[in-house]
């Protein structure tokens, strides 16, 4: 057992208003140059929808993450291509996603506005492209151009997560009186196995020893744009303007002075926490190659619980410090992932194993008229007397799974029963107007208890800055760097980074990937 320390975070989705907020604060910090006009490294979605870039999802049409190979000896490779594959493409690469899959960003002329001649018309100011500097016809897109459109027939049936839905499912969705969104939020997960590092034919994508921030050495990038694909989640973008790949860097600045990032400080619905973990670098390539229905408990199994002596000593003896250790025993993300098991990974089936996990949201409550009769799902068939049951929920426990947990429908029913549950409970307790039985019955199939519930509830509803923002200390000048891909001083060369699955391809240029 190596272990190995990684900050992660945890989104509560059923406390996201779609603000964007988040947005503004890195937009305004990280992606107001030249070249980073159309990126967005924290973007907020509305789901069901297509996304940013336009249906990001579809590994068919892009090819981003890892895939299994081999019936008995199973291995793990990247969806992209193989070596062979980087040589023959590395001036062509046919799975990029295209400027209009993003947008063309765009200002308007507003000097028109104040040159123009006296006349009786009213001057306009016309949109003009921030790429050509030519004026822009018509605007076609542009960021979060579906939000709050969740049930069109344009944007929600166009969402990945659909396919394959049956008709009862897209009828459902569809209703006027059923239809319903929720808010997305996504910035690059920081993943134990990211597709990005392997993709990269020059080794210019790496991960921090000390945290496991994954970044882009603007130094070595050579714009060969593979990781931009290599990434299922389309969280690396190339600046048109230096030529060189970017990313979201999680503020490592702040991280390093005990900051959390921008977009997790300036959140309005507090849905954001972020902790520190311990995992097994050695369990990293079976987690990615588990079968698609176990790979949100693979990674569960990954992560290592900060309470347990032998972690402790595996943790000493990696040389991780005392201070990340105690991080690792406060972080709220451990709670959320490990302890309650309620925050899932974006598409497991990615096989990078994402450090962003998701609280996924209760959707409202469902009743309709049916005979004359209002509510007329029957009570036995409910989650609790304030929630309709999960057949009759508005999105579909198939379409939560596709999104968070692979497909597994039980583990994200299992989930949603534990949210019931602390709704009910919590009721209960504030109101007084469910009775004991229905208490005892939502207990029980959340699988959860009193203690636990109270512990959910002040974690999502009453929680401290300082208990959703655990900052671990960098400790730089300790960090096992000789275990990431640190730049070496003489060589200028990576060495081989054993962390990202153990398959054997290396990030030194003159290895190959």
């Known amino acids: ?12 989705l059923d406390k996201c208003i779609g603000c964007h907020t988040c947005t503004i604060a890195c937009k305004n910090i990280w992606t107001d140059r030249k070249g980073t006009e159309y990126m967005y490294w924290n973007n907020v979605e509305t789901k069901p929808g297509t996304g940013y870039p336009t249906r990001w999802e579809d590994q068919t049409k892009y090819r981003g993450g890892w895939v299994v190979e081999g019936k008995r000896e199973k291995r793990l490779r990247l969806r992209l291509q193989g070596k062979w594959g980087t040589l023959t493409n590395i001036f062509y690469n046919p799975y990029l996603p295209q400027l209009d899959d993003y947008f063309e960003p765009w200002t308007y002329d507003y000097q028109n506005l104040f040159d123009a001649p006296e006349g009786d018309d009213q001057p306009t100011a016309r949109a003009i492209s921030m790429v050509t500097g030519k004026y ?31 008709a009862e499912e897209m009828r459902q969705i569809q209703e006027i009186d059923r239809t319903v969104f929720f808010y997305l939020p ?20 790496y991960k921090r020893g000390e945290d496991g921030v994954v ?35 999680l503020c490592y600045p702040r991280l390093e002075s005990g900051q959390p990032p921008a977009c997790f400080h300036s959140c309005v619905g507090r849905i954001r926490y972020i902790g520190l973990l311990l995992y097994d670098a050695d369990a990293i390539e079976e987690a990615a190659k588990a079968p698609q229905e176990s ?22 003896a990696s040389g991780i410090p005392d201070s990340k250790i105690d991080a690792a025993q406060k972080s709220p993300v451990y709670q959320f992932v490990k302890k309650w098991k309620l925050a899932l990974p974006l598409h497991p089936e990615f096989r990078t194993l994402p450090m962003l996990f998701y609280v996924p949201p209760l959707g409202p409550v469902l009743a309709k008229t049916g005979n004359g009769v209002y509510d007329n799902v029957a009570a036995e068939a409910r989650l609790g007397p304030l929630m309709s049951s999960l057949e009759g929920s508005r999105v579909s426990m198939r379409y939560m799974a596709s999104l968070l947990t692979g497909g597994n429908e039980q583990i994200i029913r299992d989930v949603y029963r534990k949210l019931v549950a602390v709704r009910v409970f919590m009721r209960a307790k504030k109101v007084g107007d469910i009775p004991a039985e229905e208490v005892e019955r939502a207990l029980a199939e959340g699988k959860t208890n009193p203690a636990e519930i109270e512990a959910i509830w002040r974690l999502t509803s009453l929680p401290t800055f300082e208990e959703r923002f655990v900052v671990p200390p960098m400790e730089r000048d300790t960090s096992v760097e000789s275990m990431f891909p640190v730049l070496d001083p003489v060589s200028r060369n990576y060495p081989v980074y054993k962390g990202a699955v153990g398959t054997g391809f290396h990030i030194n240029p003159q290895r190959g990937p």
């Open 295 to 316: 790979l949100v408990q693979a990674q569960r199994d990954v992560i290592k619980d900060p309470f347990d002596p032998e972690v402790i000593a595996a943790a000493k």
């Open 1 to 12: 057992m190596e272990l190995r320390s990684q900050v992660a975070m945890v989104f509560h």
């Open 136 to 166: 822009m016809d018509t605007i076609e897109a542009g960021p979060n151009w579906d939000d709050d459109l969740g049930g069109s027939q344009v944007y929600a049936n166009n969402d990945p997560n659909l396919d394959g839905a049956s």
């Open 215 to 249: 970044l882009v050495s603007q130094e070595r990038c050579r714009a060969w744009r593979m990781c931009v694909s290599g990434c299922p989640y389309k969280k690396t973008y190339f600046n048109w303007s230096t030529g060189k790949a970017e990313k979201c860097i």
């Open 186 to 205: 996504r910035i690059c997960n920081h993943c134990l196995n990211p597709g990005c590092v392997a993709a990269c034919p020059q080794g210019a994508i």
